[in-house]
């Protein structure tokens, strides 16, 4: 798989500058444009690229141009790259494919050369100085070429992806945006509702003192651009909205079946009426395991264990080299620590079978440990 040695990325926000920085540390030849010079700037100050002002004076410079903008410009920018003459192959980034590809049809742009494209990998900040290297490590990467699209094509926007270190997935536009509205945009908008329930008006202040994990873990994703996620709701809506709709359904039952119990309600009375509560949240504990793991893996099976780390410089790191040396890979951390005591909770998941090697490790440490 021969990875392009030149690539031009116009549209230089989150995702268009981690593509960057990710293959320029693969010794690619990056070139950055913008329709903001400044943002386009910051970008190469950061080390991305080499800053295009006018793509008109670009012909030929890449092998593989990278459109990174939201799915309704990717068209028109699309028509006007291929204009320009900048490569030999384009590709976009967009979180809907249907639009875009419907747009660039439209157009009258050469879709042989056009590989939609998606990478499943973002963070609720945004523009370039946000922007990792890493994002997309392990990251899923729909590559969704059209009936028309050469597979040379294909196999350079490809090796694109894997040189940012994704996991290339082929599908078709149409299968991509339908389960696309599952797995991220319909929990994105599912996020947003609940945290637009912690507005002023209906929360006081000291009402979310009382907050702890659970609402940062389900709101995370609300503080994304709202400017850019009305775009791709608004591009993906049929699918989105049929999710959202069955999503509404299952809490207004639950609603309606809380709403009904004694208040306050006693034990029995509780246990009684909410079957269908438990049902439900059966189902969710049933679909959360479904969850791929780390790299697109097996859905995730893993064990907790708990340990008390002091609150120091140092100890994260002396608590990786101890599982390291025991032969035992830590899958996920998650840390819970309250303000101003000495001592925080590192969960570590790691595999059940290495529950056992990671306990002896953890407590020939020093480590305080609970399974």
């Not at 875009?100 to 157009?107: C, D, E, G, S, Y």
Request: glycine share 10%; with cysteine; net charge negative.
């Amino acid at each position: 798989m021969i990875v392009p040695k030149r690539v031009l990325v116009r549209g230089t926000g989150l995702i268009g500058t981690s593509i960057a920085l990710a293959l320029r540390a693969k010794d690619v030849q990056v070139f950055l444009s913008d329709a903001d010079t400044a943002t386009a700037r910051l970008a190469a100050d950061l080390g991305a690229g080499s800053l295009v002002p006018d793509l008109r004076d670009a012909k030929g410079i890449a092998d593989v141009a990278v459109l990174a903008m939201p799915p309704a410009v990717v068209g028109r920018e699309l028509g006007y790259a291929q204009e320009c003459a900048v490569a030999d192959v384009y590709t976009d980034v967009a979180s809907v494919k249907v639009l875009p590809a419907a747009q660039a049809r439209a157009l009258g742009c050469d879709l042989e050369a056009y590989v939609p494209g998606h990478p499943l990998a973002g963070r609720e900040k945004h523009g370039p100085a946000a922007a990792q290297a890493d994002l997309f490590l392990g990251r899923t990467w729909a590559v969704c070429p059209l009936p028309e699209t050469a597979r040379d094509a294909v196999a350079a926007v490809t090796a694109l992806a894997v040189a940012c270190g994704a996991d290339p997935v082929l599908t078709d536009p149409q299968t991509h945006d339908r389960w696309v509205a599952l797995v991220s945009h319909a929990p994105h908008l599912v996020a947003v509702a609940m945290a637009a329930r912690l507005a002023p008006s209906s929360v006081p202040p000291d009402a979310l003192k009382l907050a702890g994990g659970g609402l940062r873990d389900v709101t995370r994703i609300a503080a994304g651009d709202s400017a850019l996620w009305t775009q791709i709701l608004s591009a993906n809506a049929g699918p989105v909205a049929e999710i959202v709709a069955e999503v509404a359904e299952d809490l207004a039952a639950a609603a309606r079946l809380l709403a009904a119990l004694p208040q306050p309600a006693s034990p029995v009375g509780a246990l009684a009426g909410t079957a269908g509560v438990t049902n439900l949240l059966d189902r969710g504990r049933a679909g959360t395991g479904r969850i791929p793991g780390k790299h697109g893996g097996q859905p995730r099976n893993f064990a907790v264990v708990q340990v008390v780390i002091a609150d120091r410089p140092g100890e994260l790191a002396r608590l990786f080299n101890a599982a390291g040396a025991a032969g035992v890979n830590i899958e996920d951390i998650r840390l819970e620590h309250s303000p101003g005591l000495p001592v925080g909770v590192a969960e570590l998941s790691v595999r059940p079978g290495e529950v056992g090697v990671l306990l002896d490790a953890m407590e020939a440490g020093g480590w305080p440990v609970r399974r």
